[in-house]
C-alpha cells in the first residue's frame, strides 16, 4: 500500500491549535515535530546526559511541523483540500496567532513493516573478549564460544553500542570472579546487570529513576532465563530518595552506574554506603573532558582509582573502597 506523508508547516504558538483541529477532523495519529518542545524537554532532562547529537540540533534547528499519513486512495485530493481549507479557517478564528505558513508538503512513501523491519540493523555485538550481545530473535553462530547476552533492543534503554556500557562490560570480565552481590544504578534496560549475572555473580540489583525501566529491565533478564530469585529491578531515585537508599543499603561486592558527570559527581558520597572493604565501583558516560571532575569527587568520598579506560570521547573509572 502507498501512503502521502502530509507535512503541515506552522509556527511554535499554533502547534497545539492545529493539532486540536487535526483531531476534530478525525486525525488522531499524528507527529510532532517542534525545535521549542525539543529544547525544552533537553533542559527538563539534561541531568542525564552531557551530550547531545549536535546534527540532531541542527535538523530540529527552526522546525515547527505537523506530519500525519493519508492512504493514497482516489479521495485523496480531495482530502487534501479539505485540510487545507480547515486549516487557513483557523487565521479567522484565531486573529491574534501566529500560525506560520501552514503550507502543505506532500510526499508518496511506500507502506513498510515498520514493525519488524528496523531489526535488520541489529546484529549481535561481540564485546571484550567473552561476551556476545545478541537481539533475542536471533540465534547466531557462536564459534568462540561467548556468553550470549540476550536482549530486546526494541525496549530502548541500552543495547550494548555505546562506548560507555562496552567499557563497563569489559570491565565486569575483569571483575566478575564468581559469587558477587551487584548494584546497578541506573540500569536502563538491565544490560549491566544481565551481563555480570551471565558472567558468575549470584544477585544483581538493578535501580532506575525511570519506572519504565523496571519492567524493561525485568523483562530482558527473564529473556536470559533470570528471574526473581537473582535479579531484583527496582523504581527509585538513590541521591535524593533517603527511604530509598536505606532499602539498597548492603554490601554489594560491585557497584556499578552507568550514567552521565552530571549523576556520579553527587552519586559518588552515596556510594561508600554500598561498599564494603575492597568493593569495586566502576562507572561511565563520562566525556573525557570530566574525567577529572569526576575523579576527584570519587576521591573525596574515600575511594581509590583502580584504572580508568577511554574510548571515543567516553570513559570508563573503576574505583575501590579503602586501599588500593
Not at 574515600?302 to 586501599?323: K, P
Request: charged share 25%.
Amino acid at each position: 500500500m502507498q501512503w502521502i506523508e502530509v507535512t503541515i508547516k506552522t509556527a511554535p504558538s499554533a502547534i497545539d491549535l492545529v493539532g486540536e483541529r487535526l483531531t476534530v477532523l478525525g486525525f488522531d495519529s499524528f507527529i510532532i515535530d517542534d525545535e521549542t518542545d525539543f529544547h525544552e524537554f533537553l533542559e527538563e532532562n539534561r541531568q542525564y546526559w552531557d551530550y547531545v547529537d549536535e546534527e540532531l540540533e541542527k535538523k530540529m534547528q527552526g522546525i515547527s511541523q505537523i506530519r500525519l499519513y493519508l492512504e493514497d486512495k482516489p479521495d485523496a485530493p480531495e482530502n487534501v483540500s479539505l485540510l487545507r481549507d480547515q486549516l487557513q479557517a483557523l487565521r479567522l478564528q484565531y486573529p491574534g496567532t501566529e500560525f506560520g505558513s501552514l503550507e502543505l508538503a506532500l510526499e508518496h512513501v511506500q507502506d513498510e513493516d515498520w514493525e519488524n523491519n528496523w531489526k535488520q540493523y541489529y546484529q549481535p555485538l561481540p564485546i571484550g573478549k567473552k561476551l556476545l550481545v545478541v537481539p533475542e530473535w536471533l540465534h547466531p553462530e557462536n564459534p568462540e564460544n561467548r556468553v550470549e547476552v540476550l536482549l530486546d533492543p526494541g525496549m530502548i534503554f541500552g543495547t550494548g553500542a555505546h562506548a560507555s556500557t562496552q567499557m563497563c562490560m569489559r570491565e565486569l570480565e575483569h571483575a566478575i570472579q564468581g559469587g558477587e552481590n551487584v548494584l546497578d544504578l541506573g540500569s536502563g534496560s538491565g544490560i549491566l546487570s544481565i551481563t555480570a549475572l551471565l558472567l558468575g555473580a549470584k544477585h544483581a540489583t538493578g535501580v532506575d529513576i525511570d519506572p519504565k525501566a523496571e519492567d524493561i529491565a525485568r523483562e530482558n533478564a527473564a529473556i536470559n532465563q533470570l528471574f526473581s530469585n537473582r535479579f531484583t529491578a527496582v523504581t527509585g531515585d538513590v541521591i535524593s530518595d533517603q527511604a530509598m537508599m536505606e532499602s539498597l543499603k548492603d554490601h554489594y561486592d560491585i557497584v556499578l552506574a552507568n550514567i552521565v558527570a552530571d549523576v556520579i559527581i553527587p552519586l559518588s558520597p552515596v556510594v561508600p554506603n554500598f561498599l564494603s572493604e575492597g568493593s569495586v565501583f566502576i562507572c561511565s558516560g563520562i566525556l573525557s573532558t570530566r574525567l577529572h571532575e569526576v575523579t576527584d569527587a570519587i576521591e573525596a568520598a574515600g575511594m581509590q582509582v583502580l584504572s580508568t579506560e577511554q574510548q571515543d570521547d567516553w570513559c570508563r573509572i573503576t574505583a575501590v573502597l579503602g586501599e588500593a
